[in-house]
């Protein structure tokens, strides 16, 4: 008897999850089970009509997703479960398919439950696209699901967008403007959808989800503050993770990419564990956490079973983005066996990554193109942004200064410094590196960034090894030329040693967000010091 009462509190409490297999959808199932529910998985259209609850988590392309639902037999049985009124939760591409069609490399048709046309941003006059980061809100219906979350900004992420009409208008609960107004979540009934990412929206986004999956709660208290308006600048926690001398993965921090203390011990620099550091900068109001493998280059991505243990983990204590980076590249094993770099990212993925940052793969890519103007589309940089979407794909790049007394000694862009060269020179460019900054390229930052925008890259994250490790400030010559070059968000890194830096590079640069890894390990400066900075400085920020 206690038994069979045990398995129907266990099937109450049951989610029904429709995954068909594209992206990370290990996020969404962290935040139903930390919220105490169990997870059915839908292996056929029956599992769809007989949900009591169904999360629909859509992630990557608008046109693959319709056709697995529609091969399956899943499209059908998805709208006849909507046609019955049953809750039904739709995140992201989720909210985007109920619509008739999509822009989105077609037109291409879509489930119909809404009226209305899915398309794409318009970056022509400027606006940065993809659309990613954390923006307010504007709330049009009274609804059980968005009540609390008026003042709070939530996480997106994506590059298309359901267009509000007066056919939909019935349809819309709270809408959102980046470059024009679109739709952010819709109700009607049981049937909710939100083109934001609930679960990676920390305790926001948690109360949420609760109030999805437990409908006569209220969800958790979250603090109100004052009225959010528009996309926040982010503020990043960067973790550089290797093994140490002893074979245990740390975080450490480079000073000019040299990880090694200065002492006569050697050793690599170790700054705490991975997941204890990502958990605590996630409770401390990080926007986002980025793991860099930095040891990546030297082994096998799919044989690095502890990195992909870091992710899993961290992801289930994390509810912001997490980014994963280093070593993901084709390769060919000891035994013959070709791997491509789209499966080392789906690992990734399936780990709990929600983007993956390539290195010196994307600037191989851009060489070839650059010289070629062909896009072979074989690129691990064109294979995964394909696949999953380009704002999956981060580019790193990590240039070295090269001075110049004028911009016609070198055949790539140049910028007047605002500080002088050793020999006085007014002049530089940024040469780019690979493998962790120990080799040169013959290309600059400004046509690296271009081509890897062209390629399929969603963000740039733009390092600098002379500013790395000195907390001096971030190289704001570098920053904003290639913020100016390009339309896809640029991640200011290396050289942050004060709450200054961070309003400085947000008020003389295009740059979304701001990265920091040592002064945060070594408590130097609190990130919520800097957001507290940035709310004075007049930047609109996330506040907890």
């Not at 206690?2 to 129907?8: D, F, G, K, Q, T």
């Not at 998805?78 to 398919?97: A, H, K, S, V």
């Amino acid at each position: 008897m206690a038994s069979r009462l045990r398995l129907l509190l266990s099937m109450a409490a049951a989610v029904t999850l429709l995954d068909y297999g594209a992206g990370n959808v290990r996020s969404v199932r962290n935040a139903i089970r930390h919220l105490g529910f169990n997870i059915r998985d839908v292996r056929s259209p029956e599992d769809i009509l007989s949900a009591d609850r169904l999360v629909f988590p859509g992630v990557g392309a608008f046109g693959s997703a319709m056709d697995v639902l529609t091969r399956t037999g899943m499209a059908d049985a998805l709208r006849e479960y909507i046609r019955r009124d049953r809750p039904f939760l739709g995140i992201c591409l989720g909210l985007q398919l109920l619509f008739d069609s999509s822009e989105e490399n077609g037109p291409v048709t879509g489930l119909g439950v809404i009226p209305g046309v899915v398309r794409r941003f318009d970056s022509s006059e400027g606006l940065i696209v993809p659309h990613i980061g954390w923006n307010a809100l504007q709330i049009n219906k009274d609804t059980q699901l968005l009540q609390g979350v008026d003042g709070h900004h939530v996480y997106f992420v994506h590059s298309y967008y359901a267009l509000p009409s007066d056919a939909n208008r019935d349809w819309i609960s709270s809408t959102c403007n980046y470059g024009e107004s679109f739709i952010s979540s819709i109700s009607m009934g049981n049937i909710q959808a939100v083109q934001f990412h609930p679960e990676k929206s920390g305790a926001t986004g948690l109360s949420i989800f609760e109030k999805f999956l437990s409908p006569n709660s209220s969800g958790a208290k979250v603090p109100s503050h004052k009225k959010t308006s528009k996309l926040a600048k982010r503020v990043i926690a960067c973790l550089d993770v290797r093994s140490n001398d002893n074979g245990d993965l740390v975080v450490t921090k480079g000073d000019q990419y040299d990880v090694r203390d200065h002492s006569s011990s050697k050793e690599v620099r170790n700054l705490g564990k991975p997941v204890e550091l990502a958990s605590q900068y996630y409770i401390d109001g990080a926007d986002e956490v980025s793991f860099l493998n930095i040891t990546g280059f030297r082994a096998f991505p799919l044989g690095d079973l502890p990195m992909l243990e870091v992710l899993r983990c961290a992801s289930e204590k994390v509810f912001v983005p997490l980014t994963v980076g280093g070593g993901i590249r084709d390769f060919t094993d000891a035994s013959g066996r070709y791997y491509s770099s789209l499966e080392v990212a789906s690992e990734y993925f399936r780990s709990g990554a929600d983007k993956i940052s390539i290195g010196s793969d994307a600037v191989f890519a851009a060489e070839a193109y650059l010289q070629t103007g062909v896009k072979t589309g074989k690129s691990s940089l064109e294979q995964i942004s394909r696949v999953y979407g380009n704002q999956a794909v981060v580019v790193s790049i990590d240039p070295r200064r090269v001075y110049a007394k004028s911009p016609d000694e070198v055949q790539f862009k140049t910028v007047k410094v605002s500080s002088k060269g050793p020999l006085g020179e007014e002049y530089a460019w940024y040469q780019c590196t690979i493998s962790g900054g120990r080799d040169s390229r013959p290309i600059g930052a400004y046509e690296l960034a271009q081509a890897v925008e062209e390629l399929g890259a969603g963000e740039i994250l733009l390092n600098c090894i002379d500013c790395d490790g000195q907390g001096c400030g971030f190289d704001i010559d570098l920053i904003k030329m290639v913020s100016d070059a390009v339309t896809i968000p640029v991640i200011a890194s290396s050289g942050a040693g004060s709450v200054e830096h961070f309003s400085e590079v947000f008020e003389k640069t295009n740059a979304s967000a701001a990265l920091a890894a040592g002064i945060f390990h070594r408590k130097e400066v609190p990130i919520l010091a800097v957001k507290e900075h940035l709310v004075d400085a007049g930047v609109e920020v996330r506040m907890q």
